[in-house]
Protein backbone atom coordinates (compact mmCIF):
# COMPACT_ATOMS: atom_id res chain seq x y z
CA UNK A 1 0.00 0.00 0.00
CA UNK A 2 1.29 3.13 -1.30
CA UNK A 3 2.32 5.67 1.28
CA UNK A 4 2.98 9.28 0.82
CA UNK A 5 5.07 10.91 4.46
CA UNK A 6 5.81 14.41 4.33
CA UNK A 7 7.80 15.85 7.50
CA UNK A 8 9.91 18.98 7.88
CA UNK A 9 6.95 21.23 8.56
CA UNK A 10 6.47 24.15 11.73
CA UNK A 11 6.75 28.18 12.10
CA UNK A 12 9.19 29.94 10.43
CA UNK A 13 10.26 34.01 10.31
CA UNK A 14 9.85 35.59 7.51
CA UNK A 15 12.91 35.86 5.39
CA UNK A 16 14.17 32.40 6.97
CA UNK A 17 13.91 28.90 5.96
CA UNK A 18 12.61 25.72 6.54
CA UNK A 19 13.11 22.08 4.81
CA UNK A 20 9.97 19.65 4.03
CA UNK A 21 11.20 16.05 3.22
CA UNK A 22 8.29 13.15 1.83
CA UNK A 23 9.31 9.48 1.92
CA UNK A 24 7.41 7.04 -0.21
CA UNK A 25 6.60 3.62 1.13
CA UNK A 26 5.31 0.34 0.19
CA UNK A 27 6.04 1.42 -3.41
CA UNK A 28 8.80 -0.51 -5.19
CA UNK A 29 7.77 0.72 -8.55
CA UNK A 30 9.30 3.36 -11.05
CA UNK A 31 8.25 6.96 -9.58
CA UNK A 32 7.49 9.07 -12.96
CA UNK A 33 7.28 12.69 -10.67
CA UNK A 34 7.42 13.99 -7.35
CA UNK A 35 5.87 17.28 -6.34
CA UNK A 36 4.90 19.40 -4.10
CA UNK A 37 1.80 21.31 -3.45
CA UNK A 38 0.16 24.00 -0.66
CA UNK A 39 -3.59 24.58 0.51
CA UNK A 40 -4.07 27.29 2.29
CA UNK A 41 -7.34 28.18 4.19
CA UNK A 42 -10.19 28.32 1.90
CA UNK A 43 -8.21 27.69 -1.28
CA UNK A 44 -7.35 25.16 -3.55
CA UNK A 45 -4.87 23.16 -3.96
CA UNK A 46 -1.90 24.38 -6.18
CA UNK A 47 1.42 23.22 -7.56
CA UNK A 48 4.60 24.59 -6.01
CA UNK A 49 7.51 22.57 -7.29
CA UNK A 50 7.88 19.48 -9.18
CA UNK A 51 10.81 16.89 -10.21
CA UNK A 52 10.64 14.18 -12.55
CA UNK A 53 12.68 10.85 -12.89
CA UNK A 54 15.72 12.74 -14.90
CA UNK A 55 16.12 15.78 -12.35
CA UNK A 56 14.03 18.16 -14.52
CA UNK A 57 13.07 20.56 -12.27
CA UNK A 58 9.86 23.11 -12.69
CA UNK A 59 8.66 25.33 -10.57
CA UNK A 60 5.42 27.75 -9.68
CA UNK A 61 6.01 31.86 -10.41
CA UNK A 62 6.10 32.37 -6.78
CA UNK A 63 8.34 30.57 -5.60
CA UNK A 64 11.04 30.10 -8.35
CA UNK A 65 14.74 31.35 -7.26
CA UNK A 66 13.55 31.01 -3.61
CA UNK A 67 12.23 27.11 -3.73
CA UNK A 68 14.63 23.83 -4.29
CA UNK A 69 13.10 20.60 -4.99
CA UNK A 70 15.25 17.42 -5.03
CA UNK A 71 15.45 14.22 -4.53
CA UNK A 72 16.94 11.26 -3.21
CA UNK A 73 15.79 7.99 -5.50
CA UNK A 74 17.66 5.12 -3.41
CA UNK A 75 15.31 7.04 -0.41
CA UNK A 76 12.51 7.35 -2.49
CA UNK A 77 12.02 10.75 -1.19
CA UNK A 78 11.48 14.02 -2.13
CA UNK A 79 12.74 16.97 -0.44
CA UNK A 80 11.85 20.84 -0.97
CA UNK A 81 13.99 23.90 0.54
CA UNK A 82 12.12 26.66 1.26
CA UNK A 83 13.98 30.10 1.87
CA UNK A 84 13.77 33.61 1.63
CA UNK A 85 9.87 32.50 3.04
CA UNK A 86 7.20 34.84 2.80
CA UNK A 87 4.04 35.68 4.89
CA UNK A 88 2.16 33.96 1.91
CA UNK A 89 3.99 31.22 1.98
CA UNK A 90 2.14 29.85 4.92
CA UNK A 91 -0.08 26.41 3.63
CA UNK A 92 -0.56 22.87 4.03
CA UNK A 93 2.31 21.24 1.83
CA UNK A 94 0.94 18.21 0.69
CA UNK A 95 3.64 15.86 -1.66
CA UNK A 96 2.46 13.69 -4.75
CA UNK A 97 3.60 11.17 -6.79
CA UNK A 98 2.84 10.56 -10.13
CA UNK A 99 3.17 6.56 -10.14
CA UNK A 100 0.66 5.13 -13.22
CA UNK A 101 2.08 7.39 -16.13
CA UNK A 102 4.30 10.55 -17.29
CA UNK A 103 2.86 13.45 -16.82
CA UNK A 104 6.14 16.72 -17.31
CA UNK A 105 6.98 18.94 -13.83
CA UNK A 106 4.92 21.47 -15.51
CA UNK A 107 1.72 19.47 -16.29
CA UNK A 108 2.16 18.86 -12.68
CA UNK A 109 2.93 22.06 -11.16
CA UNK A 110 -0.33 24.05 -13.85
CA UNK A 111 -2.74 21.06 -13.18
CA UNK A 112 -1.85 19.85 -9.48
CA UNK A 113 -3.24 16.27 -10.63
CA UNK A 114 -0.95 13.28 -8.66
CA UNK A 115 -2.06 9.42 -8.64
CA UNK A 116 -0.70 9.70 -5.07
CA UNK A 117 -1.09 12.03 -2.25
CA UNK A 118 0.20 13.17 1.69
CA UNK A 119 -1.39 13.99 4.54
CA UNK A 120 0.23 17.43 4.22
CA UNK A 121 2.50 19.15 6.52
CA UNK A 122 1.71 22.35 8.32
CA UNK A 123 3.84 25.45 7.50
CA UNK A 124 3.57 29.10 9.43
CA UNK A 125 5.47 31.96 8.68
CA UNK A 126 6.01 34.73 11.63
CA UNK A 127 6.81 38.38 10.98
Known amino acids: NVQLVESGGGSVEAGGSLILACTAT????????MGWFRQGPGRERAGVAA???????VYADSVRGRFTISQDNAKNTVFLQMNKVKPEDAATYIC?????????????????????WGKGTLVTISS
Open 96 to 116: GADLGAYRAPAVVVKTAVMDW
Open 26 to 33: GYTGHKYS
Open 51 to 57: IDSDGNE
